[in-house]
Nanobody, 119 residues
């Protein structure tokens, strides 16, 4: 069974930085695409950034140049470094793992971590 545990959220002032971490248990990390999603109140969940097992990255236009996703396959951990944070980045951030086994796609989600950007 795959479990994802996020950490690193909190309250930060505009312009500040936070680093989110997501540790994965189970034996799928090396084959999974890992991603960070977020959901603000009253809005749909959106993909912030994702990194494939080969290191290919895609990210939301509004975070390019400010956020960076990375992964450490030796620690089964994915990170989201968030710089120059804005109030509109306030949301619950969720870690996601997506992998394919025998043509079937699977997803696992973390419990979410709150990020609040406010003065």
């Amino acid at each position: 069974q795959v479990q994802l545990v996020e950490s690193g959220g909190g309250l930060v002032q505009p312009g500040g930085s936070l680093r989110l971490s997501c540790a994965a248990s189970g034996n799928i990390f090396s084959i999974a695409t890992m991603g960070w999603f977020r959901q603000a109140p009253g809005k749909e969940r959106e993909l912030v950034a994702a990194i494939s097992n080969g290191g290919r990255i895609n990210s939301l236009d509004s975070v390019k140049g400010r956020f960076a996703i990375s992964r450490d396959n030796t620690k089964n951990t994915v990170y989201l470094q968030m710089n120059s944070l804005k109030p509109e980045d306030t949301a619950v951030y969720y870690c996601n793992a997506r992998w394919v086994v025998t043509y079937s796609q699977y997803d696992a989600w973390g419990q979410g971590t709150q990020v609040t950007v406010s003065s």
